[in-house]
């Protein structure tokens, strides 16, 4: 699958050319047939720190007013590494999550709850955190935040934040995948030098159902001739600055194998193309980390899956953009059913 060229549009060039495309199929595939091409939004990684949460309201306001998306995701870290996970924090979050005017699909971030332990984080119990964050952002499980959307959810197992759902024979599947080795890394600011029974047992639980329902969405995306597949994960599992690191000992990313295995053996199976959006390493990348030749497949012991392209969205100080994905039409003779431009920010 050919690397996409990265395109960057001012804000008010943006909306100029949202009113110069009104009547083109990409804005009317709000309330048209499923034959049209469509866009959505991500972010991640926003807003860190002080400065960011200030400008925030506008950033959603900048997003609101890219009328043409069906949706947006938030890929995770609604907050900086070093600041404190407080209920108050998350309803304000919540707050101004509410003010989208578009679905929103959420999925939790590391910094939100798995590295809650920190002191200067709170000193939190990583898995009451996670708890607090599914009563604030997932009190609806079904429903998108923001403007409602149906999704079909993992509830049944205590996942309310693992959803899916279908846009015009694409298959889209948000996960709960984390950074510090999917929550494997020791809880150090509790006195942890291991991993704990309780923390174990959570990341066994989740990761059984994170491979769970990617398997279900590859075999109804078989089932219904879906065109192609879209995973999106917090955790960057192709991190580059953890290369050197993964390459010397595999097991600094271990909470991350089977799930990778998992993509691996779907993706070749399904043979159409799968993308992969995830947030956590905070700079903009387009790449197949899973290609014949990435070192990653050493790092993983896996073979190829050439038709996975993976798409890292800018976060934390880089995080002035979204990135915008058009969806091509079910007319469109391109092999490549997604394309994708970044989106400043007007501040």
Known sequence: MP??????????????????????????????????????????????????IAKFPSRIQDINADSALKFVTHVGDIKNGSSVCSDEYFANIRSQFDTFE????????????????????????????????????????????????????QLELGLPENVRFTQNRVAFSVVNVQGSNNSLLPWSGLGETT???????????????????IRDTFTDAERRNDRAVVLMTQADMFDPSLLAAATANPETVSGFRE?????????????????????DSHVFAENQPLADGSPWLE???????????????????????????????????????LSWEKVPFSQ
Not at 195 to 213: C, F, N
């Open 102 to 153: 578009h679905p929103l699909v959420f999925t939790p971030g590391d910094n939100e709850w798995v590295d809650c332990h920190r002191t200067n984080n709170g000193a939190y119990n990583p898995l009451e955190r996670l708890d607090k964050l599914r009563e604030v952002f997932f009190d609806e499980p079904g429903k998108t935040l923001g403007a409602t959307m149906p999704v079909k959810t």
């Open 299 to 337: 790092v993983y012991g896996q073979p190829a899956a050439d038709d996975l392209q993976r798409i890292t969205v800018d976060g934390s100080a880089n995080a002035t953009n979204y990135v915008r994905f058009t969806v091509a039409g079910n007319s469109s003779d391109s092999d490549d059913v």
């Open 195 to 213: 991993p704990t029974p309780e923390q174990l047992a959570e990341v066994e639980h989740r990761t059984d159902a994170v491979l769970g329902q």
């Open 3 to 52: 690397s996409k060229t990265v395109k960057t549009t001012t804000a008010a060039a943006a909306v100029l050319a949202l009113g110069l495309l009104a009547s083109q199929p990409a804005i009317a595939a709000n309330n048209t047939s499923d034959s049209q091409a469509f866009t959505f939004g991500v972010i991640g990684d926003i807003p860190y720190g002080d400065a960011e």
């Open 259 to 279: 799930i990778v295995a998992a993509i691996i053996e779907e993706t070749n199976r399904f043979d159409r193309p799968v993308y992969l959006i995830n947030g």
